[in-house]
Nanobody, 122 residues
């Protein structure tokens, strides 16, 4: 059983930075491509960023490109999302997901975390 646990969310002001972490347990971390999603109240869940198994390939949604950075540490079984220049519209619950395939899509990933709340005040 693969388990994902997000951490690092919180309340920040516009322009601040925040780093989210997602720790993965249960199987070889390097077997999984990793994804970050977010869901704001009343809105659908959107993909934010993705990173391949080795970290050699990444993807960013247009609304975070240049501000967010996804990375992974395979020795620590952890994927990160560094979020800079945060805006109020970044307010959402952020989820990490894992899948053996590196395919960017809106849903259908094998494993999900419980989410961590990020709130950006203006």
């Amino acid at each position: 059983q693969v388990q994902l646990a997000e951490s690092g969310g919180g309340l920040v002001q516009a322009g601040d930075s925040l780093e989210l972490s997602c720790a993965v347990s249960g199987r070889a971390f390097s077997s999984y491509a990793m994804y970050w999603f977010r869901q704001a109240p009343g809105k659908k869940r959107d993909i934010v960023a993705a990173i391949s198994h080795s970290g050699g390939s990444t993807f960013y949604a247009g609304f975070v490109k240049g501000r967010f950075t996804i990375s992974r540490d395979n020795a620590k079984n952890t994927v990160y999302l560094q979020m800079n220049s945060l805006k109020p519209e970044d307010t959402a619950v952020y989820y990490c997901a894992a899948d053996t395939q590196y395919v960017v899509r809106e849903s259908g990933y094998a494993y999900w975390g419980q989410g961590t709340q990020v709130t950006v005040s203006s």
